[in-house]
Each structure stands twice: as C-alpha cells, then as structure tokens.
C-alpha cells in the first residue's frame, strides 16, 4: 500500500512561478503530487515541471482538460508524455475517438484520465447547457456514462466526485482510477464553496477514491505542510479502518 501522503495531489492554482515554487518547496515532503492546470502551465510552461522534478520525489500531474479533434490531441498527448508527467487530463467530451487518441499520443508513458463532470457544475447548470432530462436530473449517470466512454478508450481512469468513486469502481473495476477533487475536511469547509459536489478525504477514501485533489484546505492554512500531514494522517486511518 502506497504511503497516505502519496495519494494526495496539491494543486498549483497560482499565478506566478515564484509563488508555485514556494509551494513545491514548502510541500516536497507532505504530498505524492503536484498538479499544474492552466494557469501556471500558460505563465511557466515546462519549466515548473523540470522544478519539481529536479526539487522533489513528487510526480506531475499535468491538468490543461485537453479538448480538440482526435488528431490534435494525440499530437499534443504525444508532446505532454516528452514531459514526464504522471498524469494529464483529457476532456470526455463528443467522441470516443478523441480519448483513443490520446491514449495512442501518450504511448503507455502517462496515465490518461478522463475529466468526466466538473465538481462545480450542478444539475441546473446541465439542464441550462441542454442536456436530456434524464441526464440533468441523475447527476450519477451522467458520469457514469462519461467513465464507460472513458474505460472503453483505453483511459487509466478519470476525474470524479467522491459521490461517483464507488458505482464507477462497482461497473469498470477496481484498476480504473478515480481521482476525486473537491475535497474539504470537515474542518475545511467555508460558507464560500464554489465546489457543488464535495467529500470528506475519510468519505473518498472508503468508496474507493485513488487519489484526492486537496487545494484549498491546505494552501489556506496558517501552517499548509501541517494541514497536509493532518490530511494524510486522515487517510491512513481510513485506511486502517477498512482493513
């Protein structure tokens, strides 16, 4: 079994380099991954990637949610997998095609998860862009189409709720990876969620969660390397418990 800090992944959602080396700096022991999403990866490009391999035993887990025709997206998977990353996100969006392809670009050298429905979107916000009713009033089987459509492709998981981990366990097995944002601690959460669909780190780790993407609990913390080694000491006693 894999150490409790590992399956934590803290997200880069920073503005600057400076400001994301710092984090790499402060978290290198108390986290398995660092996640760099659009923002940082525009700013500083691979070069904060090359920081935290040269810095940290961390890995890289590589967010830019790419969605583009089938042919597009193998070539720039193809330019990701160069990097060295973990993990990179592609959108399960119109086609299956376009997840294969990415998985074909990777060639076996970073894990593809599929990005199946954004924690902040809610039932309305589907109903709003269009969806069948059956889709925007079961939020459940809208991702558990996405996940299908996403194992189907080749993807080594996706992107979930801790609401979704244990059903999409339960259909694709336990191999296919669920990664699950919208983590709060029970001691994290605020009045201002922009998050609709959150989970305890004890709550995603029992149905099955793989890996937890925890922001905001830490980087707003007066001591964020401590309320990651609090998080971490969370998981292992799930852990525990569920052995």
Not at 144 to 163: D, F, K, N, Q, T
Not at 181 to 192: D, F, K, S
Request: charged share 25%; net charge neutral.
């Amino acid at each position: 079994m894999k150490p409790a800090k590992d399956r934590i992944i803290f997200p880069l959602d920073v503005a600057t380099v400076d400001e994301a080396k710092k984090y790499v700096v402060l978290l290198s022991e108390n986290v398995g991954l660092f996640k760099v999403g659009l923002e940082l990866f525009i700013q500083a490009g691979p070069e904060i990637i090359g920081f935290i391999h040269s810095q940290t035993q961390a890995r890289v887990f590589l967010d830019l949610k790419l969605h583009d025709i089938p042919a597009t997206v193998g070539r720039a998977m193809a330019r990701i997998a160069d990097l060295g990353v973990a993990f990179a996100t592609v959108h399960v969006g119109e086609t299956r095609r376009m997840l294969a392809a990415a998985v074909d670009g990777s060639g076996g050298r970073v894990a593809i998860l599929g990005v199946t429905v954004l924690t902040s979107v809610s039932a309305e916000d589907l109903k709003s862009a269009g969806f069948r009713k059956d889709f925007y009033n079961d939020m459940l089987l809208t991702v558990m189409e996405r996940a299908a459509i996403a194992h189907a492709a080749g993807c080594a998981g996706v992107i979930c709720s801790g609401l979704e981990v244990s059903r999409i366990k339960d259909k694709m097995g336990q191999n296919f990876l669920a990664v699950t944002p919208g983590i709060r601690p029970a001691w994290a959460v605020t009045a201002e969620e922009d998050q609709r669909r959150i989970t305890t780190p004890e709550e995603a780790i029992s149905a099955g969660a793989d890996y937890l993407v925890i922001g905001r609990p830490i980087r707003d913390a007066k001591d964020p390397a401590k309320a990651a080694a609090r998080i971490a000491a969370e998981i292992e006693n799930t852990g525990s418990k569920k052995e």
